[in-house]
């Protein structure tokens, strides 16, 4: 078996991925179209030469702008649907999707309208290939608090339907602590916690999403590695970080995937797990994620292993869900070596 598709019978949950950011080009025109929304881009080929990002900002920018093409029910559930299909060709078998209502609710969108889609192409997705999702939703850091509030004012009729929150948007000046009150009013409603930190942020954003927003995971968290007390306890506590290896190169965190720090945090003893973050934007769904890394890193087939089953360990679902899926990677797993 090659790497490729070793990578992909791993069976494997992604637990950072935009939903947003999987608007492949193509679709984004067929939508924009469809809709009559303008977009800055004169076509496909015009808006993937435009992927070409300096850091996290530039990247947004677009993101944001693409998004705007997305209007209607269907669109939601096109957009998602899409992802499905590549997320089982990739050998996901659960996914935590992040969906961003503020970027919709701000241009007119009813919250109903994104959660409604979304939700159906979830139920979609585990009637055509069995796979398992949530959906998580996340709040937009660099809104205000008080926008934050208005926006889980609006998901309150539907919590049964949300499983967790999260916060992402752009890091430098928002640290999490802005929205310590959100976040401790979500846990009481008994929602998951998670939060982008440490992916242009400092380490002491990481410390913070722990400490005031008490998640259960970290996303990205790749600069902890400045911090040495921080990694030995991330390591002891084992908090999974969910590390999207082509994001963290497209938006210039490391210049080439050769100088990834993810070997060295493997090595340091942290639950690692490897996502696509938004692969329309950045050049790969998530078994390219584990195979580029893989190469680049010399990554090899037991540590693929130990890094799907910590993304299996790391998702929010039960211990029934995950055992025939753990039952499956212990075969490959011992295969393999
Ligand atoms: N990588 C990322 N960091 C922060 N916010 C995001 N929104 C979508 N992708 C993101
Ligand atoms: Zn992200």
Redesign the pocket.
């Known amino acids: 078996m090659d790497l490729d598709a070793y990578v992909r019978a791993l069976p494997k949950a992604e637990l950072h991925v935009?939903i947003e950011?999987t608007l492949e080009p193509e679709l984004m025109f067929a939508l924009a179209r469809r809709n009559g929304v303008a977009l800055p881009y004169a076509s496909v080929e015009e808006t993937r030469a435009a992927y070409d990002f300096s850091d996290?900002q530039s990247f947004?920018d677009l993101?944001y702008a693409g998004a705007a093409a997305l209007v209607d029910e269907q669109d939601f559930f096109d957009l998602a649907a899409a992802y499905f299909e590549r997320a089982h060709a990739d050998g996901v078998v659960h996914a935590e999707l992040f969906f961003d209502p503020q970027t919709h609710t701000e241009r007119g969108v009813a919250f109903e309208t994104v959660l409604d889609g979304l939700e159906r192409a979830c139920r979609d997705a585990r009637a055509r290939f069995g796979i398992s999702s949530r959906l998580i939703l996340c709040f937009l850091r660099h809104l205000s608090e008080a926008e934050g509030f208005a926006t889980l004012e609006q998901a309150m009729p539907h919590l049964a339907r949300i499983h967790g929150v999260g916060l992402?948007?752009s890091?430098r000046g928002h640290p999490p602590a802005k929205f310590e009150r959100l976040f401790a009013r979500c846990r009481e409603l008994g929602l998951h916690a998670v939060a982008?930190a440490g992916?242009e942020g400092p380490p002491a954003y990481i410390v913070e999403a722990l400490d005031v927003l008490q998640v259960e995971r970290i996303d990205h968290g790749v600069r902890c590695e400045e911090d040495a007390a921080l990694v030995e306890r991330l390591a002891r506590e084992q908090v999974p970080l969910t590390v999207?290896p082509l994001?963290n190169v497209k938006?210039c965190v490391f210049e080439r995937l050769e100088q990834h720090n993810f070997r060295r945090l493997m090595e340091a003893g942290l639950k690692l797990t490897i996502n696509s973050?938004?692969p329309a934007y950045f050049g790969g769904y998530v078994a390219k994620n584990y195979v580029d890394t893989a190469r680049a890193l010399e990554l090899t087939r037991a540590e693929l292993a130990r890094i799907a089953r910590n993304s299996l360990e790391a998702s929010f679902v039960s211990d029934a869900e995950r055992a025939p899926w753990l039952a499956r990677l212990d075969v490959l797993a011992a295969a393999a070596s």
């Open positions: 935009h950011g996290l947004l993101y992402d948007s890091e982008h992916e999207c994001s938006l973050d938004d």
